[in-house]
């Protein structure tokens, strides 16, 4: 949504995505559909993206030194589309994606936080990338409460479970 008040930024591309050309339709992506449907969200009230936009050859993770370069040469794309959406906040899915627009390099001391997004005054959540959930299920709920987050800064009307009580009742999956 090229509209949206929320922009979701991951890490790059899967083969689901790379093979469909649309970010997160894979299994991660389908564990963030969830967790959006439960909190009333559509796909569709949002912009979602990928700071790296190519697919890595075999998916394989580059070097340390590889990485930089590589988000180095992308990260001029995700401003870009930054700049055209304007969100009011930007939700960074997993490490790669905090690091590059906020400068926090350890996910795991900022998440759930709002931060500055670098060299500009957008909002950013910080939060854990959806395939990091699939290996740590009970971290699914710290992705619920980061979007909650996220959504109630940019004044997004949300009516997640257990909202009519006043108490983020979010329950995760069985």
Do not use: W
């Amino acid at each position: 949504n090229p509209k949206a008040k929320v922009m979701l930024v991951g890490e790059a591309p899967g083969y689901d995505e790379d093979k469909k050309g649309v970010p997160f339709v894979g299994v991660a992506g389908q564990l963030l559909d969830f967790i959006l449907c439960k909190l009333g969200i559509e796909r569709e009230d949002l912009y979602i993206t990928n700071l790296i936009k190519c697919r890595p050859p075999n998916n394989t993770l580059p070097k340390a030194s590889e990485l930089k370069e590589i988000v180095e040469s992308c990260k001029p794309h995700l401003m870009s589309e930054i700049k055209q959406v304007k969100p009011k906040v930007v939700v960074t899915l997993g490490g790669t994606a905090t690091a590059s627009l906020t400068g926090v390099r350890f996910i795991s001391k900022c998440e759930g936080l709002v931060l500055p997004m670098e060299h500009t005054k957008i909002k950013t959540v910080a939060c854990y990338h959806p395939a990091y959930v699939l290996r740590s299920p009970s971290k699914e709920s710290n992705i619920a409460r980061a979007l909650f987050k996220a959504m109630t800064i940019a004044g997004m009307k949300l009516k997640p479970k257990g909202m009519e009580t006043g108490v983020f009742d979010y329950e995760i999956r069985g």
